[in-house]
C-alpha cells in the first residue's frame, strides 16, 4: 500500500509546497502522516512524543520544501529520513532533560538511539519494499504459512516463494547495516541539508 | 517440529530465542535489533574462521497442508515425513560435485532457501539440509545469520489509528509557521477534514472488505417513509464520486460520469457511451475542463440518486473493487485545489441539485455532510468506530441544513406536502418562525421562517420551539431517522413542528 510516489507526484508536490499552497500539505499529511507518526512512534515509544514529531515534521516540510531534491530519491525516503533525524533528536533531547550525563549515560542513549532507528529503518524498509515480498513475508512470518503454503496462496511457483522471502530478508537486513545519518545538531528540528535521502531501498 | 529435539546444529539452546520472541510481541522485536546488530558485526569477524553458530529459525510454521485454517502454534505437528536425520549434511562444496546428493539440495537450492529457512518456512528435510550445509558453507551461513537478524526486526505495522484531530493541529502549527499563499478556504475546510477521515478509514481495508454489504437509508418525506438501497463498500465510494461530481462539474472539472461512460463505451464497445463527451482523466487539471457544464448546463443528469445509478451501471467494477477510491480522492484533491484558487465569484456558482441549486461554497460543505455520514454507513458495516466532525465543521452542517430549511418548506406546500402558510407576507415583513435548538457543540439556535422563506423573522415570532441534540438533528436530516422518531423536544404549534421535521427529513436523499 505505502509505495513510493511517483517522480512526477513527488515534485509536482514539492512545486505545490513550495507555492505555498495549502491544500498540497493537506495531501502530503494525508499520504505520509502515517509514516511519520510510526516511525516516530518506533523511536520514541510515546504517543504524544510521536504527535509532537509529527508536527515538527510537517513544520519543517512546509518551512522547507526546497531541502528535498527529487534527484536524490522519492519524497517518501527523504520525508522518512527527516523524521528519524527528527525523532531521534527527540530523544536525545529527553535524555538530557533527565539530568546530568555521566559518560556511561551518554553511551547508553546512543546505543538506544542506534537501536531504535534501526527498528524504525527496517519498519520503513518493510513498508516500501514491493508489496510481492511484504505479502510473502507477512504470510510466513505472521501467518505462519510454509514457503509452499505461500506460494500457492500468492499463485506462485515454490521457487519464486523462496526468491521472495530471501529478497525480502536480504532488503530488510540492510536497516541494521547502515549508518545512522549524523545529526550535528541537538534540537528536535532538523535544520541542515546534510545525509539527505541517503537511504533508498532499493 | 520443535518438539522432537532432532534438528541438528544449535537447535537446542537456541531454541527458546528462536521460538519465543518472534511474532509474539513487537518490544522484543526492537530490542533483538539492537543485539542483533552487535550479533552481526560479531559473527563476521570469527566466521571465516569457525562455522559460525547459528541461531535456529523461530518455530517454525505447522506444516499440515490445511492451507488457510488458521495457524497456532500448540499442535505437534506430525511432520509427515519424520525428519529423519538430514540425508547427511551435504558436503557443501561446488555444486557441480554434489552428484550424489538428492538433486533439489544442491549448494544453489540451498541458498534459495535461506529466506525461507529463517523464517521457519521449509519443509523439515529442507530445514535439516539448509543446517547441514551452514556448517559447510561459509558465504551461506554468513547470509543465514544475516537474514535470520532480519527475521528479528520484522514487526506487526502498528495499525494505530491517528487522532483526526492530531491533522488539523499540524496543519494549522504550518500555518502560523509559514503564511500560505494559497490558503484552503474555510467554506472547503469541513470538505477536507471528513473526505481525509474517510480515506484514512479506506486506507487499511482488505480487498475483500470492498465487498462487505452497506445500506443507504433516507427518508422519502414524499411517501412519509423511509427507503434503503442495499450496496457495498465500494459502492458507496462510487456514490461519493458520482454525486461529488457535480461540483466538479461546476467549477469546470471532469464529470465522472462522462469518463465512466467513456471508459465503459471503451471496455463494452456496445455503443452506448456517449458520444462527444469528455473522456480525459477523472483527475484531470480544472482548467481542461467539460466545456458547458457552468451553471447548470450539465450533459449528464443532475440528481444525485440517477447520477448513482448511471454510475454503478456504467462501470460495474466499482462495485466490487476499491478501484473508487483512487478516483474519489482525486477528484476530491482536485475540489480542494480548485476551490483554494477560486475567486468568490466561482465560490457562488449554482451547483444544481435537481429541485434545488446550491452555490458551490454550499455544496461543497454538504458534500462533507454526505462524506460524513456514508463514512459512518461503512464504519458500521465493517463493525469499526467513527466519530462525529470537529465541532466548527458540525455546525456549519448544522447551519447549512438549517439555512435550507425555509426553501424546502415552501417546496413542499407547492407540493401540496404541507399546508398553507398561515400569514401571507410580503418579503422582508416578518412572519411566523420556528425555533430550532440544537444542542451540543455543533449546534446553536436558528429561527426558521414558516409562512415565506424571504420574511424577516425575529425571536418574538416564534410560534413553536423544538429541542435536539446535533448529532440527532444530523441523523434526521440524513433521513436515519424518522420525524416521529427523532428524539426531540418540543412545543408550540404541531402543524408548525411537523413541517419542519418533515422538512428536515426530506433534506436527505440517497
Known amino acids: ?202 | 517440529m520443535r518438539g522432537p529435539d532432532e534438528q541438528g546444529g544449535g537447535a537446542g539452546d537456541g531454541g527458546a530465542d528462536g521460538g519465543a520472541d518472534c511474532g509474539s510481541s513487537p518490544r522484543d522485536g526492537s530490542t533483538d535489533g539492537g543485539s542483533g546488530e552487535g550479533a552481526a558485526e560479531g559473527g563476521t569477524e570469527g566466521r571465516a574462521a569457525q562455522p559460525p553458530r547459528i541461531p535456529p529459525p523461530r518455530s517454525p510454521a505447522d506444516d499440515s497442508e490445511g492451507a488457510a485454517a488458521p495457524h497456532g502454534r500448540s499442535a505437534a505437528p506430525e511432520d509427515r515425513q519424520p525428519p529423519a536425520r538430514p540425508e547427511p549434511a551435504p558436503p557443501a562444496r561446488e555444486p557441480v560435485q554434489l552428484a550424489g546428493q538428492p538433486e533439489q539440495f544442491d549448494h544453489r537450492v540451498l541458498k534459495s532457501l535461506l529466506g525461507a529457512w529463517a523464517l521457519s518456512a521449509c519443509s523439515p528435510e529442507e530445514t535439516a539440509a539448509v543446517e547441514g550445509h551452514l556448517s559447510e558453507c561459509g558465504a551461506c551461513a554468513d547470509e543465514a545469520l544475516r537474514l535470520r537478524d532480519a527475521v528479528a526486526l520484522l514487526h506487526p505495522e502498528d495499525s494505530l489509528d491517528l487522532d483526526p484531530a492530531l491533522r488539523s493541529q499540524v496543519l494549522r502549527g504550518c500555518m502560523v509557521r509559514r503564511a500560505p499563499r494559497v490558503p484552503v478556504p474555510e467554506w472547503a475546510a469541513p470538505y477536507d477534514a471528513e473526505a481525509s477521515r474517510l480515506d484514512a478509514l479506506l486506507r487499511d481495508m482488505a480487498d475483500e472488505e470492498w465487498l462487505t454489504p452497506v445500506r443507504l437509508r433516507w427518508f422519502d418525506a414524499r411517501h412519509r417513509e423511509k427507503r434503503e438501497r442495499d450496496t457495498t463498500v465500494a459502492g458507496v465510494i462510487a456514490h461519493l464520486l458520482a454525486v461529488d461530481g457535480l461540483v466538479a462539474s461546476a467549477l469546470g472539472m471532469p464529470d465522472p460520469l462522462d469518463v465512466a461512460a467513456a471508459s465503459g463505451k471503451d471496455r463494452t464497445d456496445d455503443g452506448s457511451g456517449r458520444a462527444g463527451t469528455p473522456h480525459g482523466q477523472p483527475h484531470g487539471a480544472a482548467e481542461t475542463a467539460a466545456a458547458g457544464a457552468r451553471d447548470g448546463v450539465f450533459p449528464q443528469p443532475v440528481d444525485p440518486a440517477e447520477r448513482t445509478e448511471q454510475f454503478w451501471r456504467a462501470d460495474c467494477d466499482v462495485l466490487r473493487t476499491p478501484a473508487a477510491r483512487r478516483h474519489w480522492r482525486e477528484q476530491g484533491h482536485a475540489l480542494l485545489r480548485t476551490a483554494s484558487f477560486a475567486s468568490d465569484r466561482t465560490a457562488g456558482v449554482r451547483v444544481p441539485y435537481g429541485e434545488f441549486t446550491l452555490p458551490v461554497r454550499d455544496a461543497l460543505l454538504e458534500r462533507a455532510f454526505e462524506c460524513w455520514m456514508h463514512a459512518e454507513d461503512i464504519a458500521t458495516a465493517i463493525h469499526y468506530p467513527y466519530t462525529a466532525p470537529q465541532s466548527t465543521h458540525l455546525h456549519h452542517m448544522v447551519d447549512l441544513a438549517a439555512r435550507m430549511l425555509p426553501e424546502t418548506i415552501a417546496r413542499r406546500r407547492r407540493a401540496g406536502l404541507s399546508g398553507p402558510p398561515r400569514r401571507l407576507s410580503a418579503a422582508g415583513t416578518p412572519g411566523r418562525a420556528l425555533h430550532l435548538e440544537v444542542e451540543g457543540d455543533g449546534g446553536g439556535d436558528w429561527y426558521i421562517p414558516l409562512d415565506s422563506p424571504a420574511a424577516a423573522v425575529r425571536p418574538g415570532d416564534a410560534v413553536a420551539h423544538v429541542a435536539l441534540d446535533d448529532y440527532e438533528f444530523c441523523q434526521l436530516a440524513a433521513g436515519h431517522v424518522a420525524p416521529a422518531e427523532a428524539m426531540a423536544g418540543w412545543d408550540g404549534d404541531r402543524e408548525a413542528i411537523e413541517d419542519v421535521l418533515f422538512a428536515t427529513a426530506s433534506l436527505s436523499r440517497m
Open chain 1, 1 to 202: 500500500m505505502a509505495n513510493d510516489t511517483p517522480p512526477h507526484w513527488d515534485r509536482k508536490m514539492q512545486q505545490r509546497l513550495a507555492r505555498g499552497e495549502a491544500a498540497a500539505l493537506g495531501e502530503l499529511y494525508d499520504r505520509f502522516a502515517s509514516l511519520v507518526h510510526s516511525l516516530s512512534h518506533r523511536v520514541l515509544d510515546d504517543e504524544s512524543a510521536a504527535d509532537r514529531t509529527t508536527r515538527d515534521v510537517f513544520g519543517y516540510i512546509w518551512e522547507n520544501p526546497q531541502a528535498y531534491d527529487p534527484k536524490s530519491g522519492p519524497m517518501r525516503s527523504w520525508i522518512a529520513e527527516v523524521t528519524q533525524r527528527t525523532a531521534a533528536g527527540r530523544l536525545r533531547e529527553q535524555h538530557r532533560e533527565e539530568g546530568p550525563q555521566s559518560p556511561g549515560h551518554h553511551e547508553r542513549t546512543e546505543e538506544k538511539v542506534r537501536a531504535a532507528s534501526t527498528a524504525a529503518r527496517a519498519d520503513y524498509i518493510v513498508t516500501s519494499m514491493p508489496a510481492s515480498l511484504r505479502a510473502a513475508l507477512e504470510l510466513t512470518y505472521f501467518q505462519r504459512r510454509d514457503y509452499r503454503q505461500a506460494a500457492r496462496q500468492l499463485g506462485v511457483t515454490d521457487d519464486e516463494a523462496r526468491r521472495r522471502l530471501r529478497l525480502g530478508l536480504q532488503l530488510l537486513s540492510s536497516a541494521s547495516i547502515r549508518p545512522l545519518p549524523s545529526q550535528p545538531h541537538g534540537g528536535g528540528v532538523p535544520c541542515e541539508r546534510a545525509g539527505r535521502a541517503r537511504r533508498r531501498s532499493r
